[in-house]
């Protein structure tokens, strides 16, 4: 009867040991009835990883340039004829970006010449003014066959060669739309009291449409300020764009003003680049103080006056610059012509004894390195 016993103790022991505990539980009872649990979920929504996936081809980037002949000698009456201007060849072989990615991107396209004086321009098939930057949309919802796509021309100019060579690198800079280089969001405005608060935070800052100076824009760059003119225009009557203080680029669009200058630099550094500047009686770029360099644009004063004015620092005009206007140069100011090609003599502003200076004969004189 003993061991009967204990063998019945242990399993009451284990028995009880079964039993779960209800401490925990957010509701108790006390005999039988019904219990209810109340049940909680959290929703968290599901997200899809940005892809930028993105195709890249060319045309054969081969360009010839021709040197200038003479022409043909006529031994009649012994002179020659038909003289040949030396230049580039005009073909613009085609770059192609197709998008596969789940965002819209841009493509930026830039060259680094290898020859001083040498100059890429690129020319976008669809006629966008921005010519360098090609803006793809999302490839979401599109078939592969129809995946967003955009092209650009590209071509040379400037400086002659006189042995076969490697004229430069193009390179293509692929990101998401609404971003800059380097990751950085850029801050799109679409009115001038947007961009008048924009600008003195630095960044890069793209406009969204044309804008009208409602007053001076004044630029108080805190940091490097990238102004994108997008494509677009900023106009003005008897106001107009004034960097005050720090480094500033304005890339790729036009300033048009009517009766004061368009451009005036008191800054640090100021740079305008593929862009159009015009005013109707003041000068498209005045620098007070600072230094300006002006690449691959158009400036134009249309009463034929001072077009740039350098009344401190230094202006350095490169690569392509046409000017509609003459130049003015104080005691403090200097104006400094670099490799490329100009509409008017540039001699005077030329080192020669770093560069050389060709008339071409066709209203264009070329700098290129000695």
Not at 122 to 137: C, M, Q
Request: net charge negative; aromatic share 6%; proline share 2%.
């Amino acid at each position: 009867m003993k061991k009967l016993f204990t063998i019945l103790l242990a399993v009451a022991m284990l028995a009880s040991t079964l039993i779960p505990t209800l401490t925990n539980s957010p509701s108790t009872g006390n005999g039988k009835g019904k219990y209810n649990i109340e049940i909680s979920g959290t929703y968290t929504p599901g997200t899809a990883d940005e892809i930028i996936s993105v195709d890249v081809a060319w045309e054969a980037m081969d360009f010839t340039y021709t040197g200038a002949s003479q022409g043909t000698w006529n031994p009649v009456t012994h002179a020659y004829e038909g003289a040949i201007d030396g230049g580039w060849s005009g073909n613009t072989p085609t770059i192609t970006v197709t998008n596969h990615s789940n965002v819209a991107v841009n493509a930026t396209l830039s060259f680094t010449a290898n020859v001083t004086g040498v100059v890429g321009t690129f020319t976008e098939v669809s006629g966008t003014e921005n010519d360098n930057i090609l803006e793809l949309a999302t490839a979401e919802g599109t078939v592969v066959a129809d995946a967003p796509t955009a092209s650009a021309n590209f071509g040379i100019s400037g400086a002659a060669i006189d042995a076969d060579k490697a004229l430069g690198t193009i390179t293509v800079t692929i990101a998401k739309t609404g971003s800059a280089e380097g990751g950085e969001t850029a801050t799109v405005v679409t009115t001038f009291a947007e961009l008048q608060a924009a600008v003195n935070n630095g960044g890069t800052v793209k406009l969204g449409g044309d804008i009208t100076l409602e007053d001076y824009l004044n630029i108080y760059a805190a940091s490097p300020l990238l102004l994108d003119l997008n494509g677009h225009t900023i106009t003005g009557t008897n106001k107009s764009v004034y960097l005050k203080s720090g480094t500033c680029t304005i890339r790729g669009g036009s300033i048009t003003v009517t009766s004061t200058n368009a451009v005036n630099n008191f800054g640090d550094t100021l740079t305008i680049d593929q862009c159009t500047i015009s005013s109707a009686s003041g000068c498209a770029l005045y620098n007070g103080s600072g230094d300006a360099t002006v690449k691959n644009s158009t400036l134009s004063r249309t009463d034929n006056w001072y077009v740039v004015y350098a009344a401190e620092g230094t202006v350095s005009l490169e690569g392509t610059v046409d000017l509609s206007g003459t130049i003015k140069e104080n005691d403090g100011g200097k104006v400094t012509v670099l490799p490329g090609t100009h509409n008017f003599a540039p001699t005077s502003y030329v080192d020669t004894n770093t560069y050389t200076v060709t008339n071409n004969g066709d209203g264009k004189w070329t700098v290129a390195e000695k």
